[in-house]
Every structure is written in C-alpha cells, then in structure tokens.
C-alpha cells in the first residue's frame, strides 16, 4: 500500500470509492443508485423543501498539519452537515469534489474516504456524487442537502425576551489549534490536552440536540452555527433583527476548566477563545421562554442558556457587575 | 478600481456578491430569499426529483491565462449546468465556493462575480448559496440542482438499433488550446481562429436543443454531455450497456472545415482532436429510430446523426471503407 494515487489515475480512483460507496448501500431503488454513476444525481423529492448550503476547505487554512486523512474527509462532512442543522432540518445527502496531489499514497486517499463514509453513516446521509481533480494542496469541496416540511429556523426569526443558549462547551477549538502549533509542553493533564485539541481535529454534530430540536420545532425561534465564533454569529443575528440586542452572561458560558491556564500561557484572553475564534460545531439558538419552560427538564441536559435578547441594539457581555460590548468580530478570509 | 480585495476582506465581498445577486431577483418568496443569506439556502420541492451535480475548476487545470476574469465565471455555471441538461432536467439553481488570491482586484472580482450571474440569467437559474475562501491560485467549485418529474436519461437505458447523435461541432476545444498556446502565427482565416479559441475560453450550452429533448422525452434513451471526448463518453455508455456497441461514421461528425489544417500544424491527429480531448459541452444522445422519424424535420436543425448502437460490445468507427476499433481513452486526471 505504498502505491500513489496517482498509479491509479482518476477512472480507477473513482471506481475505488463508489464501490466502497455502493457496499453501504442497501435497499435503494435501482434508478436512484445508477443516477448516482451518472451525470447527475436524482433525489426523489419527499418534503415540502429541500435546504442546501456549500462549505470548502483547503489544506493550508483548514487542515492542521497534525490531522490524519480520515480526520480531513470527517470533517468536510461535518461543517457542511452543521449548515443543514443550522436550518432544524434533516440532512439526506452530500456531494464532494476533492482536488488531490497525485503524489498521496492509495493508504492516505482510502483513510480520506473512509472519514468520508464513517461521518455520513453518522449522519445518515449519502454520499451522491462528486468530482476529483489534481492539485498540490488537498481541497475539498462539498454540497450537503437536507429536507424540511416547515419550521425551517431563519436567524431573522429572533424575538424580544427570547433566550439565548448554546448546545455545548466553547473556546476548546481556539485553544486546541494553539496547543498543537506550540512545541512546548503547556502543564494540564494530558487526557485534558488530547480533548481540547480533538475539538479542532475531529470536531463533532450536536446530532442528540438536533434530533430533540426537530422533534419540538415550536421551540426554537432562530438558530445558526458557531463556525465564526459566538461573537461573529450574535453580529449576524443583530444585522438580521435590527430592533433587538442580545446580552451574555459571561460567567454561564460552559467551557473546559483548563481553557484561562492555556490562555495564559500562550498570551491569549479567554474572551478571545471564548468569543473570537470559531471553528465551532455547536449550535447557537434563541428560544421562546414558555416554550423553554414547558421542555425544561429534558433540555437542562441538551443546552446552556447564556442569556437573553433585549431591545438594547448591542451585543454585551456581564462579567461579575460589569457589562461591557462585545465586537461582532471573528475570522475573517480574504483580509 | 485598482483596489484589491483584501482591502474589503470576505464580510463586505459577500455583501458585494449578494447584493448584485439580489438585484437579479425579484417575485421571489421572502422567506426563500432569507434563506439565501442564512447559513442554509431553501428551495420549494415543485418536481418529482430534484437532480444534482458537482464540478470543480482549479486555475492551472482549467482556465488558460488568455481567460478573463468574467469568463472564468461563466465557465463554472455552464460546466455544472451541462450535467444537468445531460439527464433532460431543468436546471433551477446553484451554489458556488470560491478560493481567491487577496491580491485579485476588486474589478476582476466584479468581472467575475458579473459573468456567473450571466449565466445564470442566460440559464434560467439562481445562484442560492455559496462560500468563500483564501487561496493562491483561483478555485471554483459548484453543485447545480435541477428538477424533473420522469424521463430521468440515466445513460444505462441506451437500446440496440437506436441512433447516436450530438448536438453541435466536435473538436474545436481541442484546436482552440493549441491556437491559444501557441507563438506561432496559424494561416487560416481571423476570424475562423477567434471562433475555433471561442470554444474554449467561451463555451456554450445546447439550450435551445436541450428545451427540445425537454418537451419530447420519449425521442431520448440515453443521453451524456461531451465533457470527457466522444470516445470516452462512448467507453462509459458501453460500461453500463455491457451488451452493446456503438458504430460511428467518421463522415458524419461535424466539425469546423479548418480543424484539419490546424491539426496538422500541431502534429495532432484529426481523430485526437474529434474523440479524445474532450472539454465539449454538446450533449451524445440515442434516439429511437421510431421516434427520431416523427419529428425529422425539427431535429434535422438541431442535432447531427453520427452512428448506430449495435450488438458488436465494441466501438467501432468506419472510414470510407476501413473500419477501425475506437480506443475509450480521454483526459484523466491525476495520472
């Protein structure tokens, strides 16, 4: 298995993969499954709505140097699917186009696949179609849809008095991408150490959560992900409600307890990981409060609330007796 | 406007983009136009199927350095489209992910973004979503979604004795690269260069044709575009009717008169040109005899018969009196 890709070539590559493909198929109508080795591929329209949305990574930004080809094809799965779920809707498929160097060996290119597969399984969507193409860089490119009948969660969708809550711990990604470019040894446990930085190499769907949000779809009134940090993603929620301002309790977001120890020893502010960075795959949601407390019990063990949405125009943070604004800033390509 | 774009950075350049986007579209749902700036874009299901395809465009593969800005742009939209169009759907929307280099000026980035929404128009189609990135070299990559209610044309339902047409000339895109990278100056006429060169820096869908086989689907068993070169293309129809062959008649491809005279000023074969280079966006179809009869008149301004699908399991083409075996060999990558 020394073998490169590119002894292969693209015809016999892309045989390898719809084959592995084609092996977890089962029970799927006959004309569906050869469209799919065809020019196109055909989705027998089942809901009311079909939601797409398209995410795109490239080695250099995307990819730290310490993550595995499995971990690269499970996560152009995940930030696509996390998009659909943004919406409260149920994802169904994928499509991926991969720009390879034909230098990658056949054992690096199966693993890639295989991250591929084992996230759609997890997901329960289809890998459908797709492109390969050369290139120095890795890049993947994908297309994930999803199917919805009403209720979809558009973030203009926010009301006054609203809660704010979270589906899970922030800030680890920030902190695990320092963790791996550091060469010194930061002093936490290291079973601490291995889960912050998995956040950032194999990051993980709110899939539990989403189900539940699904199942009681009257309870929510927006959601989004937090791919650009939770600072960035209340901006677009402002921009999108004009009228309302969201505040935070700074003491009610969850994070790992050794995340101010990393801070600190990379010369970085909690805030900064907490609310700047992104990279995150939980979801961020405002939730009407009879509605809240109706779910209450089942949903102390899904999400966080972190706040409340205000007619104050601004995004503030309380710390202790303190509020200050937050600056709807996060990452930002191109500048 | 010799601003580059790192000086609006990814925020204030998607505004740009959905601005110009929003311009173009009117009578349109609210609620389905929020989507398209939600991390999810919605669409309404009105078909059976919903059909999908990928294609991803990297600068040094796909765009000669005679390529502009706006080109490039409408490149990515027709090559999607065309696979739509392959399975007699009608194409409805697109997404489109982009990787640019920060020093990429804002009117190249203008050109751009003006020739996929070109194209759109000319398509008929929205461009729903998309994502953007950072890179050296430009990326483009896309999924096309279109709808259909039967007559999906998947190409393993081509039948023996059915007719082998395509819509348009073979082998200019071919010619057209040689003519674009060379020094030398080629004698055949200007304006028959600029045409042969317009193939590959502007390639054309066969729409009007495409509306046709749209209207009559029962004329269609199979049909594929030519992206790959006919004999390719031939090879994959053979793969999934393993019990047929296909018998093309050399006289009958047409092609533009001066593709002899350029070919041989490059040492390229004629067949090269014709069958293996590919880059084509004409659509291979077989008709039923039958049908084709009912409705010769119209199809005799919009297709060209060039062969007939046989019991032989080979692909054979006849010369004058010669017949010789056709080699399923095209462009592939990462080989």
Redesign the interface.
Known sequence: MNKT??E????K?IERLLSKRDDKLSDINP?IL??Y?????????T??????????L?E??HFPKEMTHYQMGEKIVTVNVS??L??N?TPT?I??????N?SMTLQEFDDMIDGILHKCEEYGITL????????D?I?L?A????K?NKN?K???NTNNNDLIAITGELGSPAAGLDLLNSNEKIDIPNNEEQKIIKTILEPNLPIKESKYFQKYPELISSM??ITDGLAAELGHLRE?NPELGFEIEFDKIPFNSYLPHVAKQFNKSLNYYLLHFGEEFELLLTINEKEYLKHEKELDDLIYIIGKVNTSKNLTLIKGNSIENIEARGY????
Chains 1, 2 share one sequence.
Do not use: C, F, R, W
């Not at 459908?128 to 290139?135: E, F, M």
């Open positions: 890709i590119s292969l070539g693209e015809i590559l004309q050869a469209s080795h065809d020019d196109a591929a055909i989705e027998l329209n809901s009311t709505y079909t939601v797409i949305s398209t995410d795109m490239i250099h930004s998009d659909i943004s919406m809707a498929s499509v991926i186009s991969m720009a390879l034909p459908i179609g797709g492109d390969l193409n050369q290139n860089e890049i490119s297309t994930a849809m999803g919805i979809i558009l973030q203009s989004t992900d999108k930002e390509h191109l500048k």
